[in-house]
């Protein structure tokens, strides 16, 4: 009789969440997009308070998402944010480069999908050659727009779901 241990557990062997769980944190994003005052290069936090150890296990667009034309060229990636509100890039488009928005979505769709090279089982650190222990004062996952929807009005719903690195 076989004994098969799952992926995560042989890959990940000291990682708690595969043997005893780990918290699962769920942020939900909707915003209201006018044309008049979307501009290219807009970034939308998706999830704020991140630290290296964590990671991202999905980015889903609701279903009856309506499609944002003309957001052809769209990254998802991790940013600082200071005490000003002010964002710095530690890597724009490390989780996705370049997807389009411009289609409607009928069915949850998650959009780390649309990254065949991703490593889903790394942490946010691993993933941007960042240690674990160093400390971020405000680390954020953002979507940035590098080009602008021309829809009207539109709501963009997203949920992310990261995995904390504590336990408790």
């Not at 209201?32 to 970034?43: F, H, I, L, R």
Request: hydrophobic share 40%; aromatic share 6%.
């Amino acid at each position: 009789m076989a004994k098969v241990i799952s992926t995560g557990a042989t890959n990940k062997a000291n990682n708690p969440y595969y043997f005893t769980g780990k918290n699962i944190k769920e942020v939900g994003a909707r915003f209201s997009v006018a044309a008049a005052d979307v501009a290219d290069g807009d970034n939308y936090i998706l999830a704020q308070g991140l630290s290296y150890a964590d990671r991202v296990d999905s980015v889903v667009m609701e279903a009856g998402h309506i499609a944002l034309t003309g957001a052809t060229d769209n990254d998802l990636g991790f940013y600082e944010m200071d005490e000003d509100g002010n964002l710095t890039e530690i890597d724009k488009d490390i989780l996705l480069d370049g997807v389009t928005l411009a289609s409607a979505v009928t069915t949850w769709l998650d959009l780390l999908n649309l990254n065949t090279s991703l490593d889903r089982e790394k942490n946010i650190g691993e993933l941007v050659d960042k240690s674990v222990e160093q400390q971020v004062a405000n680390l954020c996952l953002v979507l940035t727009t590098n080009t602008k929807s021309t829809a009207t009005n539109t709501v963009l719903g997203i949920k992310s779901r990261i995995e904390c690195a504590n336990t408790n």
